[in-house]
């Protein structure tokens, strides 16, 4: 009885915890954790089955969700959410919005664990405040007041960095990769906004920053002497969170998901590159 509500629901359910957690193992560990908990579930009585596998899936996140926060105290270097491919190619589907870009979800990495689970549940699945409420063991105002505290944060963080077209981040990007694989320094640096920053999440796995890198033309710098030293087999357009992203392939292995934060004016002011190993696996 559950098969075909499952097959119809499953994308909600990773939906959610990718959005809270960050992480496509953790949330592929989040939705066989909610399978199994529904095969051993009466659910005659469910009115909406949705909303009841959304919800059971919000109260397993939210439970390492507290407990990631000590992992993230300890990782090593900057953390980045793990790519997930959602294009017409990806392996796992998933409820595409903004909300599963890595720029959304560094905001949201900014909220507090109930902020967090408020605001996804409410604005991107619309779950009522009452089941939110039974999530969080809080009253169903405060449901609400997390909410909405979480929508103002995420708000002001969106509105102080306008964003670019869909096709002027792929014109930005097209020219971004040619002045990388040729060198171009100075075309690096006409692509960087001059306050710029980089961040390399290695995870103590692979060789990269311990610490963000500022500026357009130091940033142009380092990524052009790391073109040199580590060659790409080849670089690929691939959509990654609902946006697209740079991919680069060594050895015919993906070697780094690099995603980009791109003005209204076309400039590069964020280059965000995972090359930890263990957060590609899956691609």
């Known amino acids: 009885m559950l098969g075909d509500g499952w097959e119809r629901h499953r994308p909600a359910v990773f939906g959610v915890a990718y959005r809270l957690l960050g992480g496509v193992a953790d949330a592929e560990d989040v939705t066989q954790d909610v399978w199994l908990r529904a095969a051993g579930t009466d659910l005659r009585d469910v009115d909406d089955l949705r909303a009841w596998l959304v919800t059971v899936a919000a109260r397993r996140s939210y439970d390492i969700l507290k407990s990631a926060r000590f992992r993230r105290e300890t990782y090593v270097g ?94 930005v990007l097209l020219a971004f990769r040619a002045a990388y694989e040729a060198g171009d320094l100075a075309g690096l640096v006409r692509l960087l ?45 691939a959509e990654i969170g609902g946006e697209l992203a740079l991919v680069f392939y060594r050895e015919g292995r993906v070697y780094s998901v690099d995603t980009v934060q791109i003005t209204g004016d076309g400039l590069i002011s964020a280059y965000r590159r995972v090359i930890n190993p263990d957060k590609l696996s899956h691609l």
Request: charged residues 30%; hydrophobic residues 40%.
């Open 78 to 171: 900057p953390w980045l959410p793990e790519p997930l491919r959602t294009g017409p190619d990806a392996s796992e589907p998933v409820l595409v919005d903004e909300s599963v870009g890595s720029a959304m979800l560094l905001i949201m990495e900014e909220l507090s664990p109930p902020e967090r689970v408020a605001f996804v549940l409410h604005d991107v699945f619309g779950l009522e405040f009452g089941r939110i409420a039974e999530v969080l063991d809080v009253s169903v105002p405060n449901a609400r007041q997390l909410a909405s505290r979480a929508r103002r944060r995420v708000a002001g963080a969106k509105g102080s960095t306008p964003q670019a077209s869909k096709a002027e981040r792929e014109r």
């Open 193 to 237: 906004h001059p306050d710029a920053v980089y961040v390399t999440d290695g995870g103590g796995r692979a060789a990269a920053a311990r610490k963000p890198i500022h500026g357009g033309e130091r940033v142009a710098g380092v990524m052009a002497r790391v073109g040199r030293q580590w060659r790409a087999d080849r670089i690929d357009l």
